[in-house]
């Protein structure tokens, strides 16, 4: 009996045992699981909140997984994301290089490295890194590919501007001395054909010579309009006129129709003429070119108020009043994802050619309403139309309001010194304005600008107007010159020129003392006009 208790009793401690045993086991797992979950949290927190996208597609290229990260590049919540192609986010220009990399990491089953253009559904393109690597079946139960994705649009952008940047300061660098150029092939053109006359069989030899000069000259202005230095010269002239100007010159087309709607009370805008009239002149053809089917074509221009019901749309504009010009068409209209890419100097979706040009019309037409303190805004829809509006503020201070109603003072002119360093071009500019019928001396730099007034105003013959070049090689140039004439005769009238038709002082010339600005290179009637302002009536 009493062995049967003792065995009751063994077995017992062995139960109490065993249980305290399962007991502490149980605990062990339970911390290790704790840590298993600590670990695992950690880590998708890393996962989730790392700076770049983290995406797993199938083989097929179906998304099963993505971090918080990589759904903000795609432009769509995680949980709508699972389960898309991710060649649905991917440019339409870049699916065939997509897939090329897809099938490449496929069969290889290594890591590679693509660049892609994402498009998310509301948005606009952005240049990603795509490194991927494929992960076999006996690793995952089926084939799939982890990418990394990183967002390169930033750097992408800045290297563009480096290059926008050294390519504006090598035209900038060669510009002075090709407009010189063009100067005296223009100029001597001008008055070979003046020789000829009309009737002469080498006049229309003469006259393509001229247009071809003419098309150097305004790809020459082209090129440093796009450079951030090239300031522009604004000036006391009706935008209306400019407007004008531009409907007038547009390239003939039977298929289709101009309508010009200009407000009759249009508030004053100080601006340059020139690189207004061919940013304008640059959006109306690319509106032609998208109705290769014809349409009405609309130039419109009017008051307006920028107010809070902008501020999304015009957000670099402050509030206030601004002339509102506007050019619609009625053509194939922009896709959305060209939107935010048509004022980019790089881009096109024209051909190369004669014809068609490279694309850099409308880069231009941005960076010249942006030196006005405007901005452009466009509206697209496919298959519709597009009207592209130009915002230019309003003169504002009573000043330059001024320059609208306050004529140049005007006296009779028959003598006029010309300094410029080219011995060519002083003969060539001496030559139009003798036969202009003005009595004309030159000097070829600042000294002797100086010594040849200071004696013509001594022997009571002074100069009535000087035309002085900008920049002098080994010597002193405009403003320098000015400054000592000025301290001679207060009251020289005085023209500055120069081939660096981006200076500072070309654009603000009243501020350095001159009267007026020629850029180079000039025709003769360019000449005349200028000095026609400074005549009596």
Same mark, same amino acid.
């Given at each position: ?27 062990? =797992?339970?911390? *290790? ?46 949980? #709508? ?15 065939? $290089? ?20 994402? @498009?998310?559904?509301? +948005?606009?393109?952005? $240049? ?6 494929? @992960? ?30 050294? #390519? ?7 510009? $002075? ?8 092939? =223009? ?23 001229? %247009? ?8 020459? *202005? ?37 309508? =010009? ?6 508030? !004053?805008?100080? *601006? ?21 089917? +014809? ?22 504009? +402050?509030?206030?009043? &601004? ?38 019309? =409308?880069?231009?037409? &941005?960076?010249?309403?942006?030196? *006005? ?12 139309? /597009? ?5 230019? !503020?309003?003169? %504002? ?9 306050? !004529? ?13 360093? %080219? ?13 202009? +019928? ?14 040849? &007034?200071? /004696? ?43 081939? &660096? ?17 020629? !850029? ?18």
């Amino acid at each position: 009996m009493k062995e049967g208790i003792d065995s009751e009793m063994e077995n017992e401690n062995l139960f109490q045992l065993t249980a305290k045993q399962s007991a502490g086991l149980t605990d062990d =797992l339970s911390v *290790h699981q704790r840590e298993l979950e600590k670990t695992r949290n950690r880590y998708m927190d890393l996962y989730d909140f790392a700076p770049v996208g983290y995406v797993t597609l199938d083989e097929k290229g179906v998304i099963r997984e993505a971090n918080l990260a990589g759904a903000a590049m795609l432009g769509i919540e995680r949980d #709508f994301l699972l389960s898309q192609p991710f060649s649905k986010f991917v440019h339409g220009d870049d699916h065939d $290089h997509f897939y090329l990399c897809l099938r490449k990491l496929m069969a290889t089953k290594t890591r590679g490295v693509c660049e892609l253009r994402l @498009v998310p559904p509301q +948005g606009t393109a952005i $240049h990603v890194h795509l490194e991927a690597v494929a @992960v076999g079946e006996e690793e995952t139960g089926g084939a799939e590919i982890r990418a990394v994705i990183h967002d390169v649009t930033a750097h992408r952008m800045t290297e563009k501007a480096l290059k926008f940047e050294s #390519f504006a300061v090598m035209t900038g660098g060669i510009a $002075h001395d090709y407009n010189n150029l063009l100067s005296m092939i =223009l100029g001597n053109i001008s008055l070979a054909r003046d020789e000829t006359g009309p009737e002469s069989h080498i006049a229309g030899f003469l006259q393509d010579a001229e %247009e071809a000069s003419l098309r150097a000259k305004d790809l020459t *202005h082209r090129l440093m309009l796009l450079s951030k230095e090239s300031a522009p010269q604004k000036r006391a002239i009706s935008i209306k006129e400019t407007l004008e100007t531009c409907a007038a010159k547009l390239p003939p087309a039977s298929n289709y129709r101009l309508m =010009l709607s200009i407000a009759r009370n249009l508030r !004053p805008v100080l *601006h340059d003429p020139y690189q207004l009239k061919y940013a304008i002149k640059n959006i109306l053809v690319n509106a032609m070119e998208s109705m290769p089917d +014809g349409g009405i074509l609309t130039l419109k221009a009017e008051n307006t108020f920028i107010g809070e019901t902008f501020k999304n749309s015009l957000a670099a504009l +402050g509030h206030g009043e &601004y002339v509102k010009i506007s050019i619609s068409d009625q053509g194939m209209g922009i896709p959305r994802e060209n939107i935010s890419k048509i004022f980019d100097p790089y881009f096109s979706t024209k051909k190369g050619g004669v014809k068609k040009g490279t694309g850099m019309g =409308l880069a231009t037409a &941005y960076a010249v309403t942006a030196k *006005h303190g405007g901005q452009i805004n466009v509206q697209s829809t496919v298959g519709t139309g /597009t009207t592209v509006s130009i915002y230019l !503020p309003v003169l %504002e201070s009573e000043t330059e309001k001024a320059l609208f109603t306050t !004529p140049m003072d005007k006296s009779e002119i028959k003598k006029i010194l010309l300094m410029d360093d %080219e011995e060519m071009l002083r003969k060539l500019v001496q030559e139009m304005l003798n036969r202009l +019928g003005y009595e004309v001396q030159t000097a070829r730099d600042g000294a002797e600008a100086v010594r040849l &007034y200071q /004696t013509q105003k001594t022997t009571g013959t002074p100069f009535d107007v000087v035309i002085l070049d900008l920049t002098i090689k080994d010597g002193m140039g405009g403003v320098d010159t000015l400054k000592k004439l000025k301290a001679i005769d207060s009251e020289v009238k005085a023209v500055v020129s120069s081939g &660096y038709f981006d200076d500072p002082v070309m654009s603000d010339f009243r501020a350095y003392g001159f009267c007026d600005a020629i !850029p180079k290179p000039y025709q003769v009637a360019e000449l005349k006009s200028v000095l026609e302002k400074f005549k009596a009536v």
